[in-house]
């Protein structure tokens, strides 16, 4: 049994990581994707957990695969394809560790997953199963997604959603908005940004955005805010969750890792999404804001991820 088993992109993060000796920018390799972040956050937290995908049979597909196995994640659900490239995210950095991404995906090998190499197996033997919305920009993934989803919701599995909107690998904001919204209604549990409520709903506000996905769905909503922290919504109500201060180096990976603090949270309560309550959904939201507060301290998004007893040591400050 799987506490989390997640269907997404798995990729390699080649990070801005300053200037040659000839004044040319370095970059340096790191094992990321949305899917696979949140996934190592929870093994670090001690929660066992599960990949499905695609990557390339080639040089960084074969260090992704072999990355997770160190981590502790299962990945009978990794396929490797010798007839794709795996997909590659160049991300620069700013002074104030904000990211731009520029992505070698077209098409990359995660995309090409189909609905028969689905481990259908490890879907439904998972308490929670998570999916991005990156996994439906592209056919076949995207029927790979939907598919995954109906195995998920026949086995009783918690699904869980994080939008994690990235403009430039979407054909338009048409497009990105009618398939991340598509999803919406199949999900107990979800994660988005402050800056992708508008998209997500029509509404700007966090706390108007999480009602409103409350309403089509939803029984849990996190909205991420920054260094400010969270705001949850459950049926009985809201509250914001301050952040934990932190000198952020690089802010690759802070969602994920917020959102696998917070879905250990979660198994950890041994509550079904519909008995969470706001003092519940508070507490994931506090861990979650622990998680992602060590994350930004240091480079990159798997490599960053904290063990549970940095976590607690904060918590206890």
């Not at 340096?28 to 696979?36: Q, V």
């Not at 590659?88 to 104030?96: G, Q, R, Y």
């Not at 028969?116 to 920009?137: K, P």
Request: net charge negative; glycine share 12%; hydrophobic share 45%.
């Amino acid at each position: 049994m799987f506490s989390v088993s997640t269907l997404g992109e798995l990729l390699i993060d080649f990070t801005d990581a300053g200037t040659s000796a000839g004044g040319q920018r370095l970059f340096e390799r790191n094992a990321g994707g949305a899917p696979a972040n949140v996934l190592v956050a929870l093994e670090r937290l001690g929660h066992r957990t599960a990949f499905l995908g695609k990557v390339g049979r080639d040089m960084h597909g074969e260090f992704l695969r072999a990355t997770l196995e160190e981590q502790g994640v299962d990945v009978t659900g990794l396929v490797l394809d010798p007839d794709a490239f795996t997909t590659l995210a160049f991300v620069a950095l700013s002074p104030d560790g904000e990211r731009e991404f520029s992505f070698a995906r077209k098409p990359g090998a995660d995309t090409r997953i189909t609905p028969d190499e689905l481990a259908r197996d490890v879907i439904s033997s998972s308490h929670v199963f998570h999916v991005g919305s990156l996994s439906l920009t592209d056919e076949p993934a995207r029927s790979a997604t939907l598919e995954a989803l109906r195995v998920a919701r026949e086995a009783g599995c918690v699904t869980s959603y994080d939008p994690n909107y990235r403009a430039n690998l979407w054909p338009s904001v048409e497009a990105a908005v009618e398939q991340m919204r598509a999803v919406v209604p199949q999900m107990d549990l979800m994660k988005l940004s402050d800056e992708e409520c508008a998209l997500l709903t029509g509404l700007d506000d966090p706390e108007a955005a999480a009602a409103a996905l409350l309403g089509l769905g939803p029984k849990v909503v996190a909205v991420t805010l920054g260094g400010a922290g969270a705001y949850v919504r459950c049926a009985d109500g809201g509250a914001t969750v301050p952040g934990f201060a932190a000198d952020a180096v690089d802010a690759t990976g802070a969602g994920d890792s917020f959102w696998g603090g917070f879905l250990a949270g979660f198994c950890e309560s041994g509550k079904r999404p519909e008995e969470v309550g706001v003092e519940d959904a508070a507490g994931f939201a506090r861990l979650g804001n622990a998680v992602a507060s060590l994350c930004v301290r240091k480079r990159g998004a798997i490599p960053a991820m904290p063990a549970r007893a940095d976590v607690e040591a904060l918590l206890a400050e």
